[in-house]
């Protein structure tokens, strides 16, 4: 009887995580509709019904509204001491911009607004790649470089000033933008001050004003 216990015991406990397998298999349609069909979903705002896609484009449309007042504010209380945005090389076309992070998710809206101010983007995961881009498809009118990547199976908390010193080496004087976070530049913050054509910033609003994006691009 307890060989038979044991039996028993070892299959209901594999049974509930089959049960959610196949559960998940059978839902997952459902969920890849629901995705595709999100434009015809409504939502209630203040009385009117309107698509879940076209409340986030007026939120996206808010938030852009408020970087551009923050950037302006910044403007009148920083006046002379605030960086300019940056300014690309005249022959090549200002529309460019390489990407370069290894976890480009989190950098959905930065990028999504950079595309709707007619930006084009090439994105890079390593600073490998992101030379292979400068060579192959390049010129770029900017590059935006994270500080910290997981490059080669290890974490580089400097990758960012390797592909600075790459860009540099290889001739280009291309402007580079970093966006990290307050902890990955505060590190870095003496080297990136004495270097050409180069800005950083932890904040997307900064960001967008050192790239010469707002609302009436």
């Known amino acids: 009887m307890s060989l038979l216990a044991e039996i028993m015991t070892a299959v209901a406990s594999l049974l509930w995580p089959l049960v959610v397998v196949v559960v998940l298999i059978f839902?997952?349609?459902?969920?890849?509709?629901f995705l595709s069909q999100s434009d015809s979903i409504d939502v209630e705002v203040v009385g009117a019904r309107i698509s879940m896609q076209r409340a986030s484009e007026e939120l996206r449309k808010q938030i852009n509204d408020l970087q551009d007042r923050v950037n302006e504010l910044e403007a009148t209380q920083n006046i002379g001491a605030a960086d300019p945005p940056v300014v690309p090389d005249p022959?090549?076309?200002?529309?460019?911009v390489l990407w370069v992070d290894d976890h480009l998710e989190n950098n959905l809206y930065e990028r999504a607004r950079l595309a709707e101010a007619g930006r084009r983007i090439v994105q890079a995961d390593s600073t490998r790649s992101a030379m292979e881009r400068?060579?192959?498809g390049g010129p770029y009118g900017v590059i935006v470089s994270d500080m910290s990547r997981e490059e080669n199976g290890r974490l580089n908390i400097y990758a960012g000033l390797d592909?600075?010193?790459?860009?540099r080496n290889a001739g280009s004087d291309t402007p580079i933008v970093f966006y990290s976070s307050p902890g990955g530049l505060s590190s870095v913050r003496e080297e990136l001050e004495r270097?050409?054509?180069?800005?950083?910033?932890?904040?997307p609003s900064e960001l967008m004003r050192f790239l010469n994006v707002h609302s009436d691009n």
Not at 27 to 33: E, N, Q, T
Not at 195 to 203: F, G, L, P
């Open 163 to 167: 592909l600075l010193e790459q860009v």
């Open 195 to 203: 270097a050409d054509n180069v800005r950083y910033t932890a904040s």
């Open 91 to 96: 022959s090549v076309p200002s529309n460019t």
């Open 27 to 33: 839902l997952l349609p459902v969920f890849k509709r």
């Open 134 to 136: 400068l060579r192959d």
